[in-house]
T-cell receptor, first 110, second 114 residues
Framework: EDQVTQSPEALRLQEGESSSLNCSYT??????LFWYRQDPGKGPEFLFT???AGEEKEKERLKATLTKKESFLHITAPKPEDSATYLC???????????FGPGTRLSVLP | ETGVTQSPTHLIKTRGQQVTLRCSSQ?????VSWYQQALGQGPQFIFQ???????GRGNFPPRFSGLQFPNYSSELNVNALELDDSALYLC?????????????FGDGTRLSIL
C-alpha cells in the first residue's frame, strides 16, 4: 500500500533558526513527489515537484531534496511568515491517486 | 488570471441528506481533482476528471460522485451524508494529468454534518 509519513508532526523555531522537515514514502514506482504549503483556512499552495533521487529544487528560503525513500524540506533562516503546515504528496506510477502525508505544522516565532 | 474558486465556503447538513459542492477551475485547466481533508490530516484523493470523463478514483464509496462540464468546472455530489463526511472538501485544477502539471487548489468548502 502506498504511504507517506511526515516528521515532526509540529515544529517551533525561532526566527533565523534553520531546520529540516522529513517526508518518508513507500510507493510502487514514483512519478513525482510534491511539496505544498497550507495556511489556516486556505487550500494547499504548490511549492515544488521532484522526480528522481538526487534532485534538488530551491525557492527563496526553501530547498527540497529527494532520495529513493524520503524527501527533505530545508528551511534556511526562517521568518514568521513561513509559519504554515507543509504537506508532502507522491504520485505513484499507476493512476491519478495523489497520496498526501499528514503534514508538519511549522511555527516561526519572532 | 482567476484561480480555482469553490462554493459554498461553508455548509451545514444533517445525516441522510444530499449535498452538491461546486468548483470553477483555473483558466486553461482541463483537469479537476477532488479531495477530502479531515481536521489535522492531509487531503485524501476522491476522484479526478479529465475532459469531462472520470480519470481515476480513490477509496471512496459510490455515494461520492462527480461531474465535469464542457467549461471544465466540476461538481462533487455526496448522497446519504454520514457524520464522518464532516471535512474540508478541496478542489484542485491543472492544465493536464501528468506529474509535471502541478495542481492548484481552491480554498475549499467546509462541510459539517449534524
Amino acid at each position: 500500500e502506498d504511504q507517506v509519513t511526515q516528521s515532526p508532526e509540529a515544529l517551533r523555531l525561532q526566527e533565523g533558526e534553520s531546520s529540516s522537515l522529513n517526508c518518508s514514502y513507500t510507493v510502487s514506482g514514483l512519478r513525482g513527489l510534491f511539496w505544498y504549503r497550507q495556511d489556516p483556512g486556505k487550500g494547499p499552495e504548490f511549492l515544488f515537484t521532484l522526480y528522481s533521487a538526487g534532485e534538488e529544487k530551491e525557492k527563496e528560503r526553501l530547498k527540497a531534496t529527494l532520495t529513493k525513500k524520503e524527501s527533505f524540506l530545508h528551511i534556511t533562516a526562517p521568518k514568521p511568515e513561513d509559519s504554515a503546515t507543509y504537506l508532502c504528496a507522491v504520485l505513484p506510477n499507476y493512476g491519478q491517486n495523489f497520496v498526501f502525508g499528514p503534514g508538519t505544522r511549522l511555527s516561526v516565532l519572532p | 488570471e482567476t484561480g480555482v474558486t469553490q462554493s459554498p465556503t461553508h455548509l451545514i447538513k444533517t445525516r441522510g441528506q444530499q449535498v452538491t459542492l461546486r468548483c470553477s477551475s483555473q483558466s486553461g485547466h482541463n483537469t479537476v481533482s477532488w479531495y477530502q481533508q479531515a481536521l489535522g490530516q492531509g487531503p485524501q484523493f476522491i476522484f479526478q476528471y479529465y475532459r469531462e470523463e472520470e480519470n481515476g478514483r480513490g477509496n471512496f464509496p459510490p455515494r461520492f460522485s462527480g461531474l465535469q462540464f464542457p467549461n471544465y468546472s466540476s461538481e462533487l455530489n455526496v448522497n446519504a451524508l454520514e457524520l464522518d463526511d464532516s471535512a474540508l472538501y478541496l478542489c484542485a485544477s491543472s492544465p493536464g494529468t501528468g506529474p509535471n502539471q502541478p495542481q492548484h487548489f481552491g480554498d475549499g468548502t467546509r462541510l459539517s454534518i449534524l
